[in-house]
């Protein structure tokens, strides 16, 4: 008796016959071989758009015209303001007064220091756009709150705070939706209301393990201290006001997304510099110099990744693509499945930057074979990637954490784990429920 396979299993096998004799497989290797002898990701993309348009005997000047294109877009000068205006609170102490003013408020409830933590988190890293930045500024703040003067142990803080690093990707203004959006050329504005259920729901599941926790382990609670709220509120206001007023500003059609960050950057030299003066004059320049390898990286890979889209949609790889997969694949469930594997693969061995730039432009037009609300598609994406950073053996996360709490690398891969199953269970409802997507673009229209 031989078992028959599931027909999904069939369709399986000829995604790969088929994926293994289309051309994308030379892009694929190009890129595997230049990554591997260790160049810079902008040399790779530019160096495998330069090779496959000499192959063809296509325009080479189609790949400094295409860069020239996407850097003059309206939309590119959000990136460096919005990155400057997080590594200025990186550099001040709000991270530990947001921790007070949260501390204050949850810490009557289990797992209280949890849920400050996830919001802190969530924060830091919606602004400077770097799961890193945030372990890296506030891993041993939160590591002193949770563990040493804190109910929960060492496995459990390193785990929770490796894995709460990238949770801020999915809100407004993110610099990972912000620049999906430019690639996928929708609306920046679309995805941020798209994204905030979402997001709220990955916030939401690292809350609930550390509420089960500690109701398990009878972690003592205290009654809310009104006074420390006070002190706390008085300390982090201005911090607090920060996302109200970029979203007041901006979802009001007050000012442009431009106008937006530009005040931002404003917002927030005012509150370090001059209100609460953690941060001289002095240092700005300082500050400015260690967020350009990270506003410039973007720029350039964005600049190259451009010319190579040019490329992959002049040859129609992504019509070919979906003209094939739309004969070969009737499932919409089975093509949803595969692509939550793809992406936590690559979330695994790229940068969340890159990943956008260079797989997001094959992803979208089969996206569209499936009837998948391209926003939906967008929110799908990074929260895969999201779920990458932390995924073993290779997550960037996971790097980050072994190297700021001084622990061997194979610790934090058992320790992560619990939370990459919960992350991997939110992920699950954002991709196959698009309702929580969807729901208030409806009703913002």
Request: aromatic content about 12%; proline content about 6%.
């Amino acid at each position: 008796f031989i078992p028959s396979l599931p027909p999904w299993f069939d369709d399986l096998l000829q995604l790969w016959y088929g994926w293994i004799s289309t051309p994308a497989l030379i892009f694929i290797v190009l890129l595997i071989v230049s990554a591997a002898m260790g160049n810079p990701l902008f040399i790779v993309l530019g160096g495998t758009a330069f090779l496959l348009f000499v192959r063809n005997m296509g325009a080479l000047e189609s790949i400094p015209n295409e860069a020239y294109t996407m850097l003059i877009s309206e939309t590119i000068p959000v990136i460096p303001l919005f990155t400057l205006a997080g590594f200025v609170l990186s550099e001040s102490r709000a991270g530990e007064r947001l921790v007070r003013l949260f501390h204050g408020l949850f810490n009557w409830l289990p797992g209280g220091q949890i849920i400050a933590a996830v919001l802190v988190s969530t924060f830091f890293t919606t602004f400077t756009g770097a799961s890193g930045v945030t372990i890296l500024a506030l891993g041993g703040i939160l590591y002193v709150v949770l563990h040493r003067e804190g109910p929960f142990s060492e496995k459990f803080t390193t785990g929770f705070l490796t894995a709460s690093g990238s949770v801020g990707f999915l809100f407004p203004p993110s610099l990972t939706i912000i620049l999906y959006a430019v690639v996928a050329r929708i609306s920046v504005i679309d995805m941020f209301i798209g994204a905030l259920i979402p997001g709220v729901i990955v916030m939401i599941t690292m809350m609930i393990i550390g509420v089960v926790v500690a109701w398990r382990n009878k972690v003592p609670t205290s009654p809310i201290n009104m006074k420390e709220v006070k002190q706390g509120l008085r300390e982090g206001l201005w911090e607090l006001l920060l996302p109200a007023f970029i979203i007041l500003s901006y979802f009001s059609g007050l000012t442009t997304l431009l106008e937006t960050a530009s005040l931002t950057v404003l917002y927030v030299v005012l509150v370090e510099v001059v209100i609460h003066r953690e941060v001289a004059w002095r240092q700005l320049p300082e500050i400015a110099l260690k967020a350009m390898p990270i506003i410039g990286g973007v720029l350039i890979i964005l600049a190259m990744s451009r010319g190579l889209a040019y490329y992959i949609i002049d040859e129609q790889v992504p019509t070919l693509m979906s003209t094939w997969i739309e004969n070969n694949i009737q499932s919409k469930f089975l093509f949803l499945i595969l692509l939550n594997i793809v992406l936590i693969i690559t979330g695994c061995f790229m940068d969340i930057f890159s990943a956008i730039m260079v797989v997001a432009p094959l992803v979208i037009p089969i996206g569209e074979v499936f009837g998948i609300n391209p926003v939906h598609l967008g929110i799908i994406f990074l929260a895969n990637l999201e779920l990458g950073f932390m995924t073993p053996p290779v997550g960037m996360n996971l790097f980050l954490s072994s190297y700021r709490f001084e622990m061997p690398l194979s610790k934090i891969y058992v320790n992560v784990i619990p939370f990459f199953l919960l992350q991997l269970v939110a992920l699950l409802v954002i991709t196959y429920v698009p309702w929580f997507t969807t729901v208030l673009l409806e009703l913002l229209g």
